[in-house]
């Protein structure tokens, strides 16, 4: 059974960071593509980053080059590294897998 926990969100001023964390079980993220979505209030979930098996990243629009994707393969665990996050960030974000979301994790950035 596939299970994905994140980790990190809160509330941040503009032009802070955070580093959101996914903690996978029953699924090796080495061996899958990982996601990174959001859900804004009144807003569709939206895909901001993701990263395939063989390395390779892609990102929304809106936060390249802000935003960062990777994984620890020793802790099967992905991260999201968000940088000069803007009000317009603030969103429920979720880690996605095998089409398995996780619980969610509440990033509010204040202007």
């Known amino acids: 059974q596939v299970q994905l926990v994140e980790s990190g969100g809160g509330l941040v001023q503009a032009g802070g960071s955070l580093r959101l964390s996914c903690a996978a079980s029953g699924i090796i993220v080495s061996n899958n593509a990982m996601a990174w979505y959001r859900q804004a209030l009144g807003k569709q979930r939206e895909l901001v980053a993701i990263?395939?098996?063989?390395?390779?990243?892609d990102y929304a629009d809106s936060v390249k080059g802000r935003f960062t994707i990777s994984r620890d393969n020793a802790k099967n665990t992905v991260y999201l590294q968000m940088n000069s996050l803007k009000p317009e960030d603030t969103a429920v974000y979720y880690c996605?897998?095998?089409?398995?979301w996780g619980q969610g994790t509440q990033v509010t950035v204040s202007s």
């Open positions: 990263i395939t098996s063989g390395d390779s990243t």
């Open positions: 996605a897998a095998r089409n398995v």
